[in-house]
């Protein structure tokens, strides 16, 4: 969930939008909305949950829910934002 806490005076050197902190992964692609995140996080926890192997199969890499890279969260804004070239 993305969260604005404070709107803050625009800085020249600063190419926006930009992303000051933050915590927590984000969930993986078509991983089925807000109520699809939670089942899988709760599959993932539960090692008898009957999804557990499916949904670790399914991501394919170890997930950390708790982990959280500010570098990475603006260079997906930035791709989101760069310029279209006009016809």
């Not at 996080?41 to 170890?62: F, I, N, S, T, Y």
Request: with cysteine; proline share 8%.
């Amino acid at each position: 969930m993305l969260q604005l806490e404070d709107e803050l005076l625009p800085d020249a050197d600063i190419v926006y939008p930009v992303c000051v902190d933050g915590e927590s992964s984000a969930p993986p692609e078509d991983v089925g909305g807000t109520s699809g995140y939670e089942e899988f996080l709760e599959a993932l926890a539960d090692p008898d949950h009957e999804d557990h192997l499916r949904m670790k199969e399914w991501v394919g890499q170890p997930f950390d829910q708790s982990a959280f890279s500010l570098a990475e969260t603006n260079r997906r804004l930035q791709k989101m934002v760069q310029p279209r070239k006009r016809r």
